[in-house]
């Protein structure tokens, strides 16, 4: 059974910074895509951040330049926000899947795996 698990949600004033980190777990086979995704009050999720199995990396216009994703040689995944803003204000969510190695990750790509999410304030 494939586990998706986010930690290191929690408060912080506007300018401050937050990591994200989420781990995948299980027998996952192929090459993966792994993304953030936030869903603010009132609002539709919306992609945040990929990076697929070789690194390349994905991100949406709002968060270019303050969130940097990463992945670690153990597979841990994780999302480094600086510069927070009250608009970011949500919950994040680690998504993976798995694709062929020439299928880009996309931030609308398909995910089928899915973390619980951990919640960011971001105060003014």
């Known amino acids: 059974q494939v586990q998706v698990v986010e930690s290191g949600g929690g408060s912080v004033q506007a300018g401050g910074s937050l990591r994200l980190s989420c781990v995948l777990s299980?027998?996952?086979?192929?090459?993966?895509?792994m993304a953030w995704f936030r869903q603010a009050p009132g609002k539709e999720r919306e992609g945040v951040a990929t990076?697929?199995?070789?690194?390349?990396t994905v991100y949406a216009d709002s968060v270019k330049g303050r969130f940097t994703v990463s992945k670690d040689s153990t597979g841990k995944t994780s999302l480094q926000m600086n510069n927070l803003k009250p608009a970011d204000t949500a919950t994040y969510y680690c998504a993976a899947t798995t694709m062929p190695w020439s299928t880009p990750c996309q931030l609308n790509s398909d995910f089928s795996y899915w973390g619980q999410g951990t919640l960011v304030t971001v105060s003014s």
């Open positions: 990076i697929n199995h070789a690194y390349s």
């Open positions: 299980g027998n996952i086979l192929g090459y993966t895509c």
